[in-house]
């Protein structure tokens, strides 16, 4: 099994070989790849060095399974040429998502419609993720008709830019504007844009909750509108997702159906304050659900909170998952 960490240096790609290394995934050559300018760096993997080769090099040794988490024109220009060579490619960029001839994977929900012919496969938005382990049982038993959601998202989710504006905010030193990730300062603030704004008014990444949820669960009669905000958080997205759903509910049943659910934890004792928060998330690969209550005002309505560490099961441990399980099924 030959298997290639594309964008090796970049902040998800660190965590994508901590993964990795968890997995424990029988890896026989293990092939590290970056940009040209970190080409020739070293990196650890499983106590061993290695050195980062380029794209062209990578493609040529022809790994059976290729994790990208380089960015979206990187993944569109060099997808296809590890595909074309017969490497399965799992992209953790938007270029493929909304795609529909590539397949948009949730280990838990949808793994089981991978086949041998998919080369190039999608992992969803760090928030869509999150989000969907939760709810996919809830759709699946009780149907959703709509989502209101407001996400609470860490500055790690744009980058190691906003990780060294956030540090130097903290630090007491004012960046320079071609320093910062962002159009204000992070530290001690909550800004209400992530990514760019669309012609709707709306962010690119509150329109990915909306497009990647529906193909994702299958279903494009859901109607989900969403606010997303960056905060001071180092790590760990947090959302507040009020749910309404087509059929009346037993709420014991709610949180037994989430307990049950692969994937998830629950955390949810109001009176010994237990509730998600990305503190207790950072560096676990499970979904945290609590606040689970019904919202008053609307028939069949639901209140939940759910929070996840946004470089794991938002980025690298749902690839990760994704590569496991074309291995135990003879994928590749």
Not at 77 to 94: H, L, Q
Not at 111 to 128: H, M, R, V
Not at 285 to 298: A, K, L, Q, T, Y
Request: hydrophobic share 40%; charged share 25%.
């Amino acid at each position: 099994m030959k298997v290639a960490v594309v964008g090796v240096t970049g902040l998800v790609g660190r965590v994508m070989n901590e993964v990795l290394e968890e997995f424990d995934l029988e890896i026989n050559e293990y092939i590290p790849v970056a940009s040209a300018r970190s080409v020739g760096k070293k990196v650890k993997y499983k106590n061993k060095e290695y050195t980062v080769v380029s794209m062209e090099e990578a493609v040529n040794m022809v790994p059976d399974i290729a994790i990208f988490s380089a960015g979206g024109s990187t993944s569109l220009e060099w997808a296809p040429k590890f595909a074309e060579k017969g490497t399965v490619v799992i992209d953790n960029s938007s270029a493929w998502r909304m795609d529909p001839s590539k397949k948009l994977v949730v280990p838990e929900i949808n793994a089981s419609t991978l086949t041998k012919e998919d080369k190039i496969i999608a992992n969803p938005n760090c928030s869509t993720i999150q989000m969907v382990v939760a709810l996919a049982p809830l759709h699946k038993k009780y149907g959703i008709k709509r989502l209101v959601i407001s996400t609470y998202q860490s500055f790690t989710g744009t980058g190691a830019k906003a990780v060294a504006q956030y540090e130097a905010e903290k630090a007491g030193t004012k960046p320079e504007k071609s320093e910062m990730a962002y159009h204000y300062q992070i530290f001690e603030n909550a800004i209400p844009q992530c990514d760019v704004f669309l012609e709707n008014k709306y962010t690119k990444e509150e329109m990915k909750l909306v497009h990647e949820t529906k193909k994702i669960l299958g279903d494009d009669t859901m109607r989900i509108t969403a606010t997303a905000v960056r905060i001071p958080v180092n790590g760990g997205h947090s959302e507040s997702v009020n749910v309404e759903l087509k059929h009346s509910f037993d709420l014991a049943e709610v949180v037994e159906l989430l307990k049950n659910s692969d994937g998830v934890t629950v955390l949810d004792d109001i009176e010994s304050f237990q509730y998600p928060m990305p503190l207790f998330a950072k560096n676990k690969n499970d979904v945290f659900v609590g606040r689970i209550r019904r919202d008053e005002s609307v028939d069949n309505g639901l209140n939940l909170w759910i929070v996840a560490d946004n470089l794991r099961k938002g980025a690298a441990t749902n690839a990760v998952q994704i590569a496991e399980y074309l291995v135990d099924h003879k994928l590749v």
